[in-house]
């Protein structure tokens, strides 16, 4: 928890500190406006049909599916996750061991330039752990993503019963 909050922390200085450099170089090349080269702002990571499981009630942890598209020249790694209604926001992948289904933590999922990470049942996906609060069909789920480019995206996923596949509790 304190890991995750230090990181936030530090991608909202990061943040700032780039759209400060970004803001005084303006300032400075104003005049130079039609030099200006498009796209350096342009999100180069999209996510794409993300959908957040529903809860029935006495569930304590859902989770959250999208693709993760990566269209800019460079990796692109997950950095840290975060959602208002979870105390803690993880990415799982699901594997088989032993011929049991098992849920583990991914810190390193890369997204090649060019590529498309698909989070879905019983495959990588972002676990909502901790619910504060049930979650109801067709609210819509905010989850922050943050890459280690300094990108910080906020995606509402669309909860529903009907998110095709089995998830296992922990
Ligand atoms: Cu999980």
């Avoid at 990566?70 to 803690?88: D, F, M, T, W």
């Avoid at 590529?115 to 676990?127: F, N, Q, S, T």
């Avoid at 922050?144 to 906020?154: A, H, L, S």
């Amino acid at each position: 928890m304190v890991n995750s909050v230090m990181s936030i922390f530090r991608a909202v200085m990061l943040l700032f500190m780039v759209s400060f450099a970004y803001g005084a170089g303006h300032g400075v090349n104003g005049q130079n406006a039609t030099e200006e080269q498009p796209a350096e702002k342009t999100s180069s990571i999209e996510l794409l049909n993300a959908r957040a499981r529903a809860t029935l009630p006495g569930m304590s942890t859902s989770a959250a599916y999208m693709t993760i598209r990566n269209s800019g020249q460079k990796p692109a790694q997950i950095e840290a996750l975060a959602s208002p209604v979870a105390l803690r926001t993880e990415l799982h992948t699901t594997q088989m061991s032993d011929g049991m289904m098992v849920m583990r933590r991914v810190d390193n999922l890369q997204i090649g330039p060019g590529e498309a990470v698909e989070l879905k049942p019983g495959g990588y996906h972002i676990m909502l752990m901790g619910l504060k609060q049930p979650i109801a069909a067709d609210s819509e789920i905010p989850v922050i993503i943050t890459f280690d480019n300094g990108e910080q995206i906020t995606v509402m996923a669309r909860a529903g019963h009907d998110v095709s596949g089995q998830h296992m509790a922990h």
